[in-house]
């Protein structure tokens, strides 16, 4: 059961920040007029130091918000900004509603007991406690019973994967494994907001990949809403939700990792991303295209071979009135069909090579790609074909060319059988035998396609 007591007010964001300002000095007060008549963080030196400047974002309940910058742009003050560890010289900050500038200590002990946790980049560990104990320090602040306390966490520190190392003292466990604890610690204390502060920078890469990916596991199971502090743009771009990039204590954007990578508001944030793997950012719902090789199910092998002929293709997606996809069918086996003089296009239909969800990274596309005779097809959650991302789209979305592109004129793949032969067939099978100087008037492929469609 959770501690938390009822907020305030119930529908408000997890966080609000609004117009938030930190200065280090003898005159912040002064300092923060200045800043707000447009002086720059150098013209008011003499009056103090300004890491946090007119600072304003919103964190939904759920989400991962993480906040990115380089050593000196003021993320670190501002995290601490969001629990009351440092105060706040303007603005306003809200947790779920519940004004925190100028919170007394009481309410702020309260606040941060109930409603914060917070992971730090060192450990923070206590080092004369067992790791049971220190995964039970916050339910021990928040005044639950020894047995309660002694359960959850044990549950907890099984779940990070610590099962057999409770009665063992935090000197004895790896830098990976002491993180471990301090994440046990967090979700123990079931409070509804963790604050992480470049929580796994100082754990080696592969350990540090693992504790992203069991962050994640654990927020979509439980719903935490996190505020993650690092300067390590890829860990930003995989755990994000939404992203906001500081620079010279500003944000100067916000939005998701696609959002950042491909549409950066400033040259900074440019010439901050130009290195990152794009390939784990963006998915195949990101950069797919209308898919123009389809054809509906009741449209018959002839309309099939008439719609490869016109693209140039050797192979078409089958899909149902409804767009749902069926399969594939191929050129060989269409012409071969049309001449037996077969109208049954359902029972030539074959499994489709390559499927995958509008939500899967570009990086787990490519081997299909190679694999396919057809662009990778994207399906949504009840299997309708919703686009195709072709190998030169695959290959153009890895470079610094926008994500979104105009329809692409190359078709893949190229026919097995000749245009030539599918032509010559086609107008010896035709109903009436339509003279070939008459070609012109008779209906395009989509037409033919779009009105069988409507028939079935």
């Known amino acids: ?48 130091t300004a890491a946090v400047i007119d600072t304003s974002f919103s964190v939904q309940p759920g989400e991962i918000f993480v906040v990115m910058g380089l050593s000196g742009s003021g993320k670190s003050t501002l995290i601490r900004m969001l629990n009351g560890l440092g105060e706040t010289t303007d603005g306003s900050i809200r947790v779920f509603g519940d004004e925190i500038v100028g919170m007394g200590a009481a309410d702020l002990r309260a606040l941060r007991r109930d409603r914060l946790s917070m992971v730090f980049q060192h450990f ?58 301090g994440l046990a610690r967090a979700f123990a204390a079931d409070t509804d907001i963790l604050l992480m502060d470049e929580a796994f920078s100082a754990l080696d890469p592969l350990i540090r990949r693992e504790m992203q990916e069991q962050l994640v596991e654990l927020q979509q199971e439980l719903g935490k809403t996190i505020v993650f502090i690092t300067h390590d743009l890829n860990e930003a771009m995989f755990l994000g939700d939404r992203i906001a990039v500081m620079r010279d204590g500003r944000i100067v954007q916000v939005g998701t990792p696609n959002d950042i990578l491909t549409d950066p508001a400033n040259d900074y944030v440019a010439q901050f991303v130009q290195d990152v793997d794009r390939a784990r950012v963006l998915t195949a719902g990101d950069v797919m295209e209308p898919p123009r090789a389809v054809v509906p199910a009741s449209a018959g092998p002839r309309a099939a071979l008439r719609l490869m002929r016109d693209l140039q293709t050797s192979a078409c997606f089958v899909t149902t009135s409804g767009r749902k996809l069926l399969g594939v069918v191929r050129d060989k086996d269409m012409l071969r069909e049309v001449r037996k003089g077969g109208t049954d296009l359902a029972a030539l239909v074959r499994p489709t090579p390559s499927v995958v969800d509008r939500d899967q990274y570009i990086a787990d596309l490519f081997e299909l790609a190679v694999e396919s005779p057809l662009p990778v097809a994207v399906v949504d959650n009840q299997g309708r074909l919703i686009g195709v991302v072709p190998r030169v789209t695959l290959l153009a979305s890895l ?42 008037e008779s209906p395009s492929p989509e037409a033919m396609i779009t009105n069988e469609g409507a028939q079935a």
């Open 1 to 48: 059961m959770t501690n938390q007591t009822a907020s305030s007010t119930p529908d408000a964001q997890a966080i609000e920040v609004t117009g938030a300002y930190k200065v280090f000095g003898r005159r912040p007060k002064e300092a923060v007029k200045r800043l707000r008549a447009g002086a720059s963080r150098d013209d008011i030196k003499q009056l103090g």
């Open 399 to 440: 470079t610094n060319v926008p994500a979104v592109t105009t329809e692409i004129p190359i078709i893949e793949p190229t026919p097995d059988v000749p245009m030539a032969v599918i032509t010559e067939t086609l107008e010896q099978t035709h109903p009436g035998r339509v003279p070939e100087g008459a070609a012109a």
């Open 124 to 181: 923070a560990l206590l080092p004369h406690r067992t790791v049971r104990d220190n995964a039970a320090y916050g339910l021990e602040i928040q005044g639950v019973p020894a047995a309660e306390r002694r359960e959850r966490a044990n549950h907890w520190l099984e779940r990070v994967g610590l099962k057999g190392w409770e009665d063992h003292l935090p000197g004895e466990l790896s830098g990976g494994m002491q993180q471990r604890v």
